[in-house]
């Protein structure tokens, strides 16, 4: 089976460019995360979907960062401008109900020059 | 909103036990989970225990939970180099979404 599938896996962009990060979720997973790492922070949930619909996007830094998820397999987080403090690995996840196990993706790594 | 402690660093010699702590805060937790990540991946589920057991056990790995002091542990068994990696601790509490702890880093020396 596909897992969460993630591009690009990596992305390199200079400061005040917009960047688009994509997700395809397991087909019949109800639940969508997109997390961001650093080694300051760890692991920090940044928005969750249900059936497609935003639960959840207190964890979303500022307002230059926006997600959607215009269908079942599809979501994107984007960052309009990008600035460097944003260079991170972001992670997507899925699972099939709220506490169940989700699955993660193997990460974009960002870098914001 | 749930809180999840994990120390960050742990060391080992090979072919020892290792045991990776954490104690989380919402004592309506029902799912624990331990993840793995290696280096340039995602995390990667390696088990979880319901709220009713005190352990679970799967080959090399077993799962401590003590709900009365909301700690759970990670044991694994004859640990070998390949088992170097950041380990998370997840608890989904309230919410019912887990939260994630900071992740201990395992290092496996020979």
């Known amino acids: 089976d596909a897992g969460v599938i993630q591009s690009p896996r990596h992305e390199v962009t200079e400061m005040g460019q917009e960047v688009t990060l994509r997700c395809k979720p397991i087909?019949?997973?109800?639940?969508l995360f997109w997390y961001r790492q650093t080694m300051m922070r760890g692991l920090e949930l940044l928005i969750y979907?249900?059936?497609?619909?935003?639960?959840?996007d207190s964890g979303m830094p500022e307002d230059r960062f926006s997600a959607k998820m215009p269908n079942a397999s599809f979501s994107t987080l984007k960052i309009q401008p990008s600035e460097p403090r944003d260079s991170a690995v972001y992670f997507c996840?899925?699972?099939?109900?709220?506490?169940?196990?989700?699955?993660f993706g193997d990460g974009t790594r960002l870098s914001i020059l | 909103g749930e809180d999840v402690e994990q120390s960050l660093f742990l060391s080992v010699r090979e072919g020892d036990s290792s045991v990776i702590n954490c104690t989380y805060t919402?004592?309506?937790?029902?799912?624990l989970y331990w993840y793995k990540q290696e280096p340039g991946a995602g995390l990667q589920l390696l088990t979880y225990i319901f709220s009713n057991m005190d352990m679970k056990q799967d080959q090399r790995l077993t799962v401590l939970l003590n709900k009365k002091d909301k700690h759970l542990s990670l044991r694994i068994a004859d640990t070998q180099t390949g088992d170097s990696a950041i380990y998370f601790c997840?608890?989904?509490?309230?919410?019912?979404?887990?939260?994630f702890g900071r992740g201990t880093s395992l290092i496996v020396h020979p």
């Open positions: 979907f249900n059936n497609n619909v935003p639960i959840d």
């Open positions: 087909s019949g997973h109800d639940y």
């Open positions: 996840a899925s699972s099939s109900r709220g506490n169940q196990p989700q699955h």
């Open positions: 997840a608890a989904s509490g309230g919410s019912y979404i887990p939260t």
């Open positions: 919402d004592s309506s937790s029902t799912y």
